[in-house]
């Protein structure tokens, strides 16, 4: 039985190798994303749909741009941010 531990183990080891050098191969890279964001710069804030691959961001497109003070700001933001989920999803689909 104890002759059986060691080609045992090491034919775990390869498996374990293989899954590992497989897994991380270039080529199998995750696909990019479409995803809505917001960003506020110098008491604006800022509406956008940005592309992320690998958590890096790639490509951006600027929805809207809202000044803090504005009195309908809040108004303004949910309309925005629905048109940034929206074309976000429009890219999505064009991208399948």
């Known amino acids: ?7 045992l183990a090491l034919v ?3 498996l374990l190798a293989l899954l590992i ?6 080529g ?6 479409w995803e809505s964001a917001t960003e506020l710069r110098d008491g604006v ?3 956008l749909v ?4 690998g958590g890096r961001e790639v490509g951006r497109q600027i929805v809207a741009e809202i000044p803090a003070d504005v009195p309908d700001w809040e ?7 629905a048109a940034a989920r929206s074309r976000a999803a429009a890219f ?5």
């Open 12 to 14: 775990l080891v390869v």
């Open 21 to 26: 050098a497989a897994s991380s191969r270039p």
């Open 45 to 47: 804030t800022i509406v």
């Open 75 to 81: 108004t303004r933001y949910h309309e925005a941010m």
């Open 28 to 33: 199998r890279r995750e696909p990019p994303r």
């Open 1 to 7: 039985m104890r002759v059986l531990v060691l080609p």
């Open 50 to 53: 940005r592309q992320v691959v």
């Open 92 to 96: 999505r689909s064009e991208a399948d």
